[in-house]
C-alpha cells in the first residue's frame, strides 16, 4: 500500500454455524489512511551514485554510503592491480607474500602498498581498514617506503593480542580499541600543522597520552602487514587531505508516479566545526521542465518542501574553510501526501512582454490541481472581448516567432481539470520594430588623398541609433545625419620624422626585423616602410604578419635611396581588425638594421589610429628572427619598422552596414543590410610644354598639356588665365606673345645674401665663369660686400682665355654690406654658349664673399650658368686661378631674345579633382623681336614706281620684305 494513500473495507465475521455479522452495513464503508513515509531518499552508495557529483564532490561507499568533499588522495582500489600514483613490494622477497587487489579491496600479506607523493603535516589521513590477529600490520605515515623513521601508524607491532594501537617510530603507544579486529572500521589519523598527532576510530577521538612525537618533514602514506603467510590486512578505501574548499553534489530526479504534496525533508550529516552544507530543492510536473525550475532552499533539517509536483530534485552545496575536514551527508529523505482532489489554482501568471518583432515570445502559466489540469493557451486580437484557442499550445509554455502583426495581441492560459477550470490572467504583447536602414556616401566620386562622409538614411526621425559600419562601431546617429568622415591617404607611425640613433648596424648575419603595432580603427594596411642607413645595402624584401605567425602578405623593395625612409606597397592592400596586434618585418639580405635601444622599454608611439606597443603589451617590441621568417624574438629595442595604413579600401571604397540598433535594443543585422561604394578618382597632373620654343613677338604661342595622371578634358590656369577643355597632347593657344627683355643675375634676387666675410689681407681679384643660352649685353657687375670698410673696388668681364678686359667700372663703397653695382660706361654684346669671366677687385685688407665649395658644380638660373669660379691673388688682373668656392659675383645680363615663361598653377580634372602648386609646372618660350626698317633715300622728291630706293633694315636682319605703290620686292641685305 502507498504511503498517504485512503484505504476503504468493511469487516465481516462468521462462526461454524455459517452466522455472519458485517460492520457496517453495505454500501457503508470504514476507511483509514496509510501514514506518509519517506517518497524519496538517498541512503546507500548506490542511491548517491544515481546522482550527480562536480569536481568538488565524491560519493564515499562505505558506512552504507555519504557524499563528502574530494580530498586530494582517495582510492577506492576498484581495479585489479596496483592503482595509478602508488607502488606495492614484497617485504624481504618472502615466499608467499601478495598483495591482491578484489571487490574494491586491497589486501596485503608479507608485503605493503605506498603512495609515491609526498604529504606535509596538516594533512589528514582517513582509511577503512579491517585488522586480524596477524602482527605487524600498519596504516598511516612513513618516513620513506622502506618504512625508515619517522613513522606514525594505526595497527598492531609484535605483542600478539588482540589489539589496535596508535604507534610511532619512538616505541610510544597507545590503545585504541580490543574489539576492533576482523571488521572494518573508519580510522583517521590527523597530522596537525604543528607536527603532532591525534587519533580516531568511527569518527570518536581517541585519547592517546603516550604519543608525544612529532614530525616536521614530508612523509608518505604506507599499508602495511609483516611477515607472509599469516592473516592478511584489507583495505577498502583510503583518502587523505586537504579536502576541497567546495563542492555540490545533484541527486537523481525523483518520480513519484502523481502529483503529491512534498512535506518534510530530513537529513542525517556530519558538519564538523568551521564545514556547512545546504540542501536545496526543486520541483516540477515533468522530468524536463523541473531542470530549468530555481532551487530552493530548505532552511532546516526537517524543514517543509511545500511544493506539489510529481517530480522532485535536491542539491546539497558542501564547504569548508578548513580544509582538514569536509561535511558529509549520511542520508536524506522527503515525505509525501497524496493531495485531494481539487479545482485548479493559477500559481503563474503570464507576463507582459516587450520585444522586438521577429524575436521569440515566450509565455508561461502554471498551477495546481488534482487532478493535474490540462491547459489551453488562448489568444485575444481585441483587448479581450473575444478569446480563440491556439492548436497545439497545451504545454505550461508557449513560444513563437513574433511578426509585426503580433504587436497588442494578448494570451492566456486556462486550465482545467474534472473539479474545474480556471483562466490565468492576460498578458500583451508589445512588439517594437526591427530597426530598418541605408547608408550613402555624401560624395560618390572624391579625389585620392581626399576627404568624404556617410550618412544614415531611412528609419524613424525619432530614433538614434547604433551602426557597425566595416566592423567599426558608431553611437546615437540620427536619420539623415553625416556620422563619419574618412580619408583615403595614407597614414603611418612615424611619417618622415624618424631619427634612429644607429641608422646602421649589423649583427653580420641576414636578419627579420620588425615592429608590433595595433590600429584602433579597422582599415587596410597598403604597405610598409623602413628606415635605411647608408650601409644597409642588399636585397630588401616586406611582410605582414598576425600575431598567430601567418604571412598576411610580402613585397620586395625596388627603386631604394641611398638612405632614409623606403616604401613599398603591397599588390592588394590587407584587411586589418581594430585593436588586434600584427606584425610589420622587412627581411634584411645582409644584415643590416636601424635601432635605437630600449626605445620601447616605457612606452609606444601613436600616431592618429596607430601605435606601436611600448614592449610588454603584448610580449616584446620590437622583435627579430636571425635568417628571416617570422619574427619571435625581441626586447624592447625600435628597429624602425612602419606601416602604410588607409582606413578604407582606396580602390574605390565599399562600405558595408552590418548592423543597426535602435534605442529599443531592437536590432537588425545583415550581410550586409546596405551597402555604398565611392569612386576614388585620381588628382590631375602633367608637363606643360612649349609647341615651339622660339617664336616671334606678337605670335600666338602655342602651348601642350601632357597629362600624367587624371582624365580630362582639363582645365587649365597658366599665368593667371583659365583654359578650359584641354586635352592631353593636344596644344592650345596662349595668346601672343610679347618681347620684353630679360635683365637678370645668376645669384643676385631680393633676400638672397652672401657667403661670410673672408680675410686674405692681401688684395685680390674674385671672379666667376659663366655663359648665357642666348646672344645678349652685359651691361655691370654686381657683387656680395661684407663688413662696413670703405673701400675703392673695380670691376671687370672678360672673355675667357683673353687677359684683356672687355670693359671695367669703379665703384667706391660705402660703409653697409650688401649687394653692390658697378655699371660699365657702355654694355658689352656676348655670344650666347661663349664663356665670359665676370670679376672685381678687392683692395688690401681683401675682405670679401665667400661660401666654401659653392661652385664645385655649375648653377643655371633661367639664361645663365655660373660654371666655375676663379681668382687673381695678389694683386689685380685676369683671374686664372681655378676654384670651386662661390665668391658671390654676378653679372648684370640683359637679353637680346625676351624669354616668356609659362606657371601652370592649377589642373581640374573631369572627375572633379584638383591639383594646384607653385608652380605645378613650368615652361619658357624665347621671343624674338619683329623688325622695325628704316627707309633713307637719295631721292629729295615723290617716290614713284620704278624709282631706285634704298632702304635700310635693322643691323642683322636679313631677308625680308617691303611693300611701295603695290610692288612687293625682296630685300637682301
Given at each position: 500500500m502507498s504511503s498517504g494513500t485512503v484505504y476503504y473495507f468493511r469487516v465481516t465475521s462468521a462462526d461454524a454455524s455459517a452466522n455472519a455479522e458485517t460492520e457496517p452495513e453495505a454500501p457503508g464503508t470504514l476507511q483509514f489512511m496509510m501514514p506518509s513515509g519517506p517518497c524519496a531518499s538517498d541512503i546507500t552508495a548506490a542511491d548517491f551514485n544515481a546522482g550527480t557529483t562536480d569536481a568538488g564532490t565524491i560519493v564515499i561507499p562505505d558506512n552504507n554510503g555519504s557524499v563528502s568533499l574530494k580530498p586530494a588522495v582517495t582510492e577506492e582500489f576498484s581495479g585489479s592491480s596496483v592503482p595509478g600514483g602508488w607502488s606495492d613490494a614484497i617485504w624481504d622477497g618472502q615466499s608467499g607474500a601478495i598483495t591482491t587487489y578484489s571487490s574494491g579491496q586491497v589486501t596485503v600479506n608479507g608485503s605493503h602498498l605506498s603512495y609515491n607523493t609526498p604529504v606535509s603535516p596538516g594533512t589528514t589521513l582517513e582509511f577503512t581498514a579491517t585488522f586480524t590477529a596477524g602482527n605487524f600490520q600498519n596504516i598511516g605515515f612513513t618516513g620513506d617506503a622502506a618504512f625508515n623513521n619517522p613513522w606514525i601508524v594505526i595497527g598492531r607491532g609484535g605483542a600478539g593480542d588482540n589489539n589496535v594501537y596508535a604507534r610511532t617510530s619512538n616505541n610510544q603507544s597507545d590503545l585504541l580499541g580490543s574489539d576492533l579486529l576482523n571488521t572494518p572500521h573508519l580510522y583517521k589519523i590527523q597530522w596537525l600543522a604543528n607536527g603532532s598527532f591525534s587519533f580516531y576510530v568511527d569518527g570518536v577521538l581517541k585519547s592517546t597520552p603516550s604519543v608525544t612525537q612529532t614530525v616536521n618533514t614530508n612523509m608518505l602514506i604506507q599499508i602495511s602487514d609483516y611477515p607472509a603467510g599469516g592473516v592478511e590486512l584489507g583495505v577498502d578505501r583510503i583518502c587523505a587531505t586537504p579536502y576541497a574548499n567546495n563542492g555540490s553534489f545533484t541527486s537523481r530526479i525523483f518520480d513519484a508516479g502523481v502529483p503529491k504534496n512534498w512535506g518534510a525533508a530530513s537529513w542525517n550529516a556530519d558538519t564538523p566545526s568551521g564545514t556547512s552544507m545546504q540542501v536545496s530543492v526543486r520541483t516540477a510536473s515533468s522530468a524536463i521542465t523541473i531542470l530549468s525550475q530555481p532551487w530552493t532552499v530548505i532552511a532546516t533539517n526537517g524543514g517543509s518542501v511545500g511544493a506539489t509536483a510529481q517530480f522532485i530534485q535536491y542539491k546539497a552545496d558542501l564547504a569548508t574553510s578548513n580544509t582538514a575536514v569536509t561535511p558529509v551527508l549520511s542520508d536524506i529523505s522527503f515525505t509525501c501526501s497524496t493531495p485531494e482532489n481539487t479545482a485548479p489554482v493559477?500559481?503563474?501568471?503570464?507576463?507582459?512582454?516587450?520585444?522586438?518583432?521577429?524575436?521569440?515570445?515566450?509565455?508561461?502559466?502554471?498551477?495546481?490541481?488534482?487532478?493535474?489540469?490540462?491547459?489551453?493557451?488562448?489568444?485575444?486580437?481585441?483587448?479581450?472581448?473575444?478569446?480563440?484557442?491556439?492548436?497545439?499550445?497545451?504545454?505550461?509554455?508557449?513560444?513563437?516567432?513574433?511578426?509585426?502583426?503580433?504587436?497588442?495581441?494578448?494570451?492566456?492560459?486556462?486550465?482545467?481539470?474534472?473539479?474545474?477550470?480556471?483562466?490565468?490572467?492576460?498578458?500583451?504583447?508589445?512588439?517594437?520594430?526591427?530597426?530598418?536602414?541605408?547608408?550613402?556616401?555624401?560624395?560618390?566620386?572624391?579625389?585620392?588623398?581626399?576627404?568624404?562622409?556617410?550618412?544614415?538614411?531611412?528609419?524613424?526621425?525619432?530614433?538614434?541609433?547604433?551602426m557597425v559600419v566595416n566592423g567599426n562601431t558608431y553611437t546615437n546617429v540620427n536619420p539623415g545625419q553625416t556620422f563619419t568622415s574618412f580619408t583615403t591617404g595614407e597614414q603611418s607611425i612615424w611619417g618622415s620624422s624618424g631619427s634612429p640613433a644607429n641608422p646602421s648596424v649589423t649583427d653580420n648575419q641576414a636578419i627579420e626585423i620588425g615592429t608590433k603595432f595595433r590600429s584602433a580603427q579597422s582599415g587596410y594596411i597598403t604597405g610598409i616602410r623602413f628606415y635605411k642607413g647608408a650601409t644597409n645595402t642588399g636585397t630588401h624584401i616586406a611582410t605582414l604578419w598576425n600575431s598567430a605567425g601567418t604571412s598576411l602578405a610580402t613585397a620586395t623593395f625596388t627603386a631604394e635611396t641611398a638612405s632614409g625612409w623606403q616604401e613599398v606597397r603591397f599588390n592588394t592592400p590587407v584587411a586589418i581588425q581594430a585593436n588586434t596586434t600584427y606584425i610589420a618585418s622587412y627581411y634584411s639580405q645582409n644584415g643590416y638594421f636601424a635601432i635605437s635601444q630600449n626605445f620601447f622599454a616605457g612606452a609606444g608611439v601613436t600616431n592618429g589610429p596607430l601605435t606601436a606597443l611600448q614592449a610588454g603589451v603584448d610580449g616584446a617590441n620590437g622583435i627579430y628572427k636571425y635568417g628571416g621568417g617570422f619574427p619571435d624574438q625581441g626586447g624592447n629595442a625600435n628597429y624602425w619598422v612602419d606601416v602604410l595604413y588607409s582606413p578604407v579600401n582606396c580602390s574605390n571604397p565599399v562600405f558595408d552596414l552590418t548592423s543597426i540598433t535602435a534605442t529599443t535594443g531592437c536590432t537588425n543585422t545583415g550581410n550586409p543590410l546596405s551597402s555604398t561604394t565611392v569612386t576614388i578618382s585620381t588628382p590631375p597632373n602633367g608637363i606643360l610644354t612649349a609647341v615651339n620654343p622660339t617664336?616671334?613677338?606678337?605670335?600666338?604661342?602655342?602651348?601642350?598639356?601632357?597629362?600624367?595622371?587624371?582624365?580630362?578634358?582639363?582645365?587649365?590656369?597658366?599665368?593667371?588665365?583659365?583654359?578650359?577643355?584641354?586635352?592631353?597632347?593636344?596644344?592650345?593657344?596662349?595668346?601672343?606673345?610679347?618681347?620684353?627683355?630679360?635683365?637678370?643675375?645668376?645669384?643676385?634676387?631680393?633676400?638672397?645674401?652672401?657667403?661670410?666675410?673672408?680675410?686674405?689681407?692681401?688684395?685680390?681679384?674674385?671672379?666667376?665663369?659663366?655663359?648665357?643660352?642666348?646672344?645678349?649685353?652685359?651691361?655691370?657687375?654686381?657683387?656680395?660686400?661684407?663688413?662696413?670698410?670703405?673701400?675703392?673696388?673695380?670691376?671687370?668681364?672678360?672673355?675667357?682665355?683673353?687677359?684683356?678686359?672687355?670693359?671695367?667700372?669703379?665703384?667706391?663703397?660705402?660703409?653697409?654690406?650688401?649687394?653692390?653695382?658697378?655699371?660699365?660706361?657702355?654694355?658689352?654684346?656676348?655670344?650666347?654658349?661663349?664663356?665670359?669671366?665676370?670679376?672685381?677687385?678687392?683692395?688690401?685688407?681683401?675682405?670679401?664673399?665667400?661660401?666654401?665649395?659653392?661652385?664645385?658644380?655649375?648653377?643655371?638660373?633661367?639664361?645663365?650658368?655660373?660654371?666655375?669660379?676663379?681668382?687673381?691673388?695678389?694683386?689685380?688682373?685676369?683671374?686664372?686661378?681655378?676654384?670651386?668656392?662661390?665668391?658671390?659675383?654676378?653679372?648684370?645680363?640683359?637679353?637680346?631674345?625676351?624669354?616668356?615663361?609659362?606657371?601652370?598653377?592649377?589642373?581640374?580634372?573631369?572627375?572633379?579633382?584638383?591639383?594646384?602648386?607653385?608652380?605645378?609646372?613650368?615652361?619658357?618660350?624665347?621671343?624674338?623681336?619683329?623688325?622695325?626698317?628704316?627707309?633713307?633715300?637719295?631721292?629729295?622728291?615723290?617716290?614713284?614706281?620704278?624709282?631706285?630706293?634704298?632702304?635700310?633694315?635693322?643691323?642683322?636682319?636679313?631677308?625680308?620684305?617691303?611693300?611701295?605703290?603695290?610692288?612687293?620686292?625682296?630685300?637682301?641685305?
Open positions: 493559477v500559481t503563474t501568471d503570464p507576463a507582459t512582454q516587450t520585444l522586438c518583432a521577429g524575436s521569440t515570445a515566450g509565455f508561461t502559466s502554471s498551477a495546481t490541481g488534482n487532478p493535474a489540469p490540462a491547459v489551453q493557451w488562448q489568444v485575444s486580437t481585441n483587448q479581450g472581448n473575444n478569446w480563440s484557442d491556439i492548436p497545439g499550445a497545451v504545454n505550461g509554455t508557449y513560444s513563437f516567432v513574433t511578426a509585426n502583426g503580433d504587436a497588442s495581441k494578448q494570451f492566456r492560459a486556462v486550465w482545467t481539470n474534472t473539479n474545474g477550470t480556471q483562466n490565468s490572467a492576460a498578458a500583451t504583447l508589445h512588439l517594437n520594430e526591427i530597426p530598418q536602414g541605408t547608408i550613402a556616401a555624401v560624395n560618390s566620386t572624391i579625389c585620392t588623398g581626399g576627404n568624404d562622409c556617410l550618412a544614415t538614411g531611412c528609419g524613424e526621425w525619432w530614433c538614434a541609433y547604433t617664336v616671334c613677338e606678337n605670335l600666338p604661342v602655342s602651348l601642350n598639356f601632357h597629362a600624367t595622371s587624371g582624365t580630362g578634358p582639363f582645365t587649365l590656369t597658366v599665368n593667371g588665365n583659365t583654359y578650359p577643355g584641354i586635352n592631353s597632347d593636344q596644344p592650345f593657344n596662349a595668346g601672343n606673345a610679347v618681347y620684353a627683355p630679360v635683365s637678370m643675375g645668376i645669384f643676385y634676387g631680393p633676400g638672397v645674401t652672401g657667403g661670410s666675410q673672408n680675410v686674405d689681407n692681401t688684395s685680390t681679384e674674385l671672379g666667376m665663369k659663366f655663359h648665357a643660352s642666348v646672344n645678349g649685353t652685359i651691361s655691370g657687375i654686381r657683387f656680395y660686400k661684407t663688413g662696413t670698410d670703405v673701400l675703392n673696388y673695380t670691376g671687370s668681364i672678360w672673355l675667357n682665355g683673353n687677359t684683356t678686359a672687355l670693359a671695367t667700372g669703379a665703384y667706391t663703397s660705402d660703409n653697409t654690406n650688401g649687394w653692390k653695382q658697378i655699371d660699365f660706361a657702355s654694355p658689352v654684346s656676348i655670344t650666347a654658349g661663349t664663356t665670359y669671366i665676370v670679376s672685381y677687385f678687392s683692395p688690401s685688407p681683401g675682405y670679401y664673399a665667400y661660401t666654401a665649395n659653392g661652385l664645385a658644380a655649375p648653377f643655371t638660373n633661367s639664361l645663365l650658368t655660373a660654371e666655375s669660379s676663379c681668382y687673381n691673388q695678389p694683386g689685380t688682373g685676369y683671374p686664372a686661378s681655378p676654384s670651386v668656392a662661390k665668391y658671390w659675383v654676378d653679372p648684370v645680363f640683359t637679353s637680346a631674345t625676351a624669354i616668356s615663361v609659362f606657371n601652370l598653377t592649377d589642373i581640374s580634372s573631369a572627375g572633379g579633382c584638383t591639383n594646384s602648386g607653385n608652380p605645378v609646372s613650368t615652361t619658357q618660350v624665347l621671343v624674338n623681336a619683329v623688325p622695325h626698317p628704316a627707309i633713307s633715300s637719295s631721292v629729295n622728291t615723290p617716290v614713284c614706281t620704278n624709282t631706285n630706293v634704298v632702304y635700310s633694315t635693322e643691323a642683322g636682319k636679313t631677308n625680308y620684305q617691303w611693300i611701295l605703290d603695290g610692288m612687293k620686292e625682296q630685300i637682301t641685305r
